[in-house]
């Protein structure tokens, strides 16, 4: 038995506890045979709490395992990833917002139609008219302003041996061409100043971005209507130069070639008529390096500095009785401008000392002098071979004795 105050075992027979000296009669109950009693036997008073606390913890820790479980069986497929996803987003969220915002990225620039191009470039397109030191009109090209202060941009044959000329814009302004500030003849190029003050100034794009098939916009004077539009694509990229369909006729020349954004690309220069729409334009990049802000010359200036004189005749000459003596004169309006077959002769010999100093174009004679002494000033208008002569086939005896200096006068 054992006692219930202490737990001390203790002889069946005993009536007090040796330990603690408590009665044992007290909670005694019969548990086996008549009068037999059976002590009442019971744990240590600390192992309970002990073993209960161990046995909840193993069963929590099971219950957490088995929910956890369950859940990821019956969770919708794709939604732990977009918790995933969801988590991963706002800590970018959080991460950016400690972060100074990027500024947007620019947006491309609009494509304009060929309506759009013209209704907001053409006022800044320009109608040149040149004339000699003589006040005669000499010819006409176009040119577009690409600044506010008046620079403007054209080919330098359009301005190619002019004393003076006149620009009217296109919204119909008269104004004056004011000087060359710089020019090239090899590139056919020249930046001009034109007065009074642009209302619109075109924007210069960049030549080195365009590729064949490209859709290119033309506004020039062809043969003085101005501001005429044509449309067309890259035909080739030639040794620098632009071939493209826009046709170019005379009066065209100088005039500025647009890209689909309204930005000048090139500028319009020839065409060889030999061909059928076989066009050419410079790149506006080969006349930036010229836009450097020099000060204006007079046109009359610039013709003089490249005015050429080549001699054809300089001396004296015999020209035996019923022959001729001629010279070939080239004139290529491409390399040179103002032509002029321009001198004097005296002829001495025969019975008069007449003779025919002419001038033949095509088998067809411009100018005839039959005299001791002529003079000749003749402006070579057609490109072509001319054939100067002094002619003595009507003296059947008597040669003639002929001084003189005759040239061929230009502007390269």
């Known amino acids: 038995m054992f006692c219930l105050q202490c737990g001390t075992e ?10 603690c000296g408590r009665s044992l009669a007290v909670g005694v109950t019969p548990t086996g045979p008549a009068g037999a009693v059976a002590p009442a036997r019971t744990r240590p008073p600390y192992a309970a709490p002990g073993l209960l606390a161990m046995i909840c913890g193993v069963l929590l820790v099971v219950a957490v395992w088995g929910i956890g479980g369950l859940w990821r069986k019956t969770a919708p497929s794709g939604s732990v990833e977009s918790t995933q996803a969801t988590a991963t987003s706002n800590a970018a969220s959080s991460a950016n917002t400690s972060e100074q915002s990027a500024p947007p990225a620019p947006s491309a620039p609009r494509l304009l139609s060929p309506q759009e191009i013209y209704q907001s470039e053409s006022a800044g397109m320009i109608l040149i008219e040149t004339y000699d030191d003589e006040g005669r009109k000499r010819g006409l090209g176009s040119g577009f302003v690409v600044s506010s202060d008046g620079t403007a941009i054209t080919n330098y044959h359009v301005i190619r041996g002019a004393s003076r000329a006149t620009v009217r814009f296109g919204d119909g302004t008269v104004g004056s061409l004011n000087g060359v500030a710089s020019y090239d003849k090899n590139r056919d190029l020249a930046v001009i100043q034109v007065t009074p003050a642009p209302t619109t100034v075109l924007e210069i794009g960049d030549s080195d971005g365009l590729q064949v098939g490209d859709k290119v916009l033309a506004i020039g004077s062809p043969l003085g209507l101005q501001n005429t539009v044509s449309v067309g694509i890259v035909s080739a990229l030639r040794n620098g130069l632009i071939q493209m369909s826009d046709p170019i006729s005379p009066g065209s020349s100088g005039g500025a070639v647009f ?91 025969g019975m008069d000392g007449k003779i025919t100093l002419a001038l033949y174009f095509q088998g067809q004679p411009i100018f005839s002098c039959r005299e001791t002494t002529c003079e000749i000033h003749q402006i070579i208008v057609n490109p072509g071979v001319y054939n100067l002569t002094l002619d003595n086939r009507i003296s059947p005896i008597f040669a003639r004795s002929v001084t003189g200096q005759i040239s061929l006068k230009y502007v390269k």
């Open 259 to 349: 890209d689909v954004h309204g930005k000048v690309v090139a500028v319009a220069a020839a065409q060889m008529i030999a061909g059928q729409n076989l066009n050419f334009a410079i790149p506006i990049n080969w006349a930036k390096p010229y836009l450097n802000g020099q000060n204006p010359r007079p046109l009359s200036d610039v013709a003089a500095e490249n005015a050429v004189t080549e001699s054809v005749l300089d001396g004296s000459v015999s020209i035996p009785a019923k022959q001729a003596r001629t010279w070939n004169i080239t004139v290529n309006p491409n390399t040179m401008s103002n032509a002029e077959v321009h001198g004097q002769v005296s002829s001495t010999g």
């Open 10 to 19: 203790l002889p069946d027979d005993s009536q007090f506890c040796r330990k």
